[in-house]
């Protein structure tokens, strides 16, 4: 019971290992603004070595009024409703694959003279083809929902938080990850081969540069702008493992116990057999056990307390003492191919001896029949024969 708990206890390591991925998913981006002024979010995405912009504010929602803690404030989103990917320039279609995209953001209520003053804009990334949580409903500030994710998950939003300062340009760079966390413990815990829940997440790195001029977008002043790309299309995918199991751990003592068991075999030697196991001697099995041995021998041998003189009673012994033999110890059936292969070559014929002899050998003259039963394998020399022959005379 202690070893099982040991192993339950035991926290599963991560395994590291790189994938090469022909596209990856945009990413969903939320912006929460902490400020009495409105603002608006414009979003593009280029294509192609020619970097040919095209419009996604189809799927983002502009930021909305909201309150936290007596402050006002918006919460606005870009979701990749449209399953958008970025795509390698050297896929067959790369003239139209995806390379970055650009978020821009802008206030028309506020002049150069208060541009400075305005509040926090703050922004989060996660990934969209797999999200935990509800981008349309979530927000940095009072979304309980974030408290119960994965720590991971949590980690990856809290790190992809970031502030986009006023009059800069901030060149996100995002990097892919897919965390396998193994589905159910038991099974895990057990040995066997799990299944596995898979949630992608999202790692970045920051560059920001200050805007060489005032830029004034045509709708209204320019406040910052975000580009997303990915530099880089290997994905981390980490998989749980767990480095100890129960079977593992009686893999271990059961390998134990045979080196131990061999040991103490070469110096002290090996034990009697025992053939009958837990079943045979403590369970239901012992009466019928038994009532087959009083059934099938006069006496159970071994134990009989009076060996007897009587050849009739020695030949029940011996037949008793070789059928607990036959059926709890000794494999017959290997004897029995034995036997079965031995009689067929006795039943083979002779094959005759068709060497030819050299001229010093000759051949035997015909034993007489009362002699006939005298064994030999070779011709012997002519005194030999001679001299075997007069006295048998």
Known sequence: ILLIKFVADDDPVIQSSIEDAAELPIPNIGFYFLSQYQFNI???????????????????????????????????????????????????????????????????????????????????????????????????????????????????????SFLLPNRQVLHVKLNRRIRKTIRSKFIGTLGINPSYDVQPYLRSSIQSMPYPVDFEFPTGLFISNVIFTFPSFLVTVETEQRTRTILGM???????????????????????????GCVQQYCCNLTRYHNKLKKTLPTIPFVDPSPSQNVKELQDRLNALEFVLKEYVVDVKHLENLNNFEIRNKELPLIPNTIPMNQNQRELPPIPNNHSSVPYSHPLPDTTSTRFFASSN
Not at 255 to 269: E, N, V
């Open 250 to 276: 009686f893999g271990l003592v059961g390998g134990a116990w045979g080196l131990a068991a061999a040991l103490y075999a070469s110096l002290f030697g090996v034990d009697m057999i025992r053939p009958w």
């Open 42 to 160: 414009n979003c593009t995405y280029t294509t192609g070595f020619s970097s040919t912009q095209h419009s996604c504010n189809d799927t983002t929602t502009q930021p909305k009024y909201l309150e936290y803690v007596g402050r006002p404030g918006s919460y606005g989103h870009f979701i990749n409703k449209n399953n958008l990917t970025f795509t390698k320039l050297t896929d067959p279609n790369g003239l139209n694959a995806i390379t970055s995209v650009f978020i821009t953001i802008y206030s028309n209520k506020m002049s150069t003279d208060n541009v400075d003053d305005m509040s926090v804009i703050q922004s989060f990334v996660i990934d969209s083809e797999k999200s935990p949580i509800d981008i349309e409903k979530f927000n940095l500030i009072n979304e309980t929902a974030y408290y119960e994710l994965p720590r991971y998950v949590s980690e990856s939003i809290t790190d992809n």
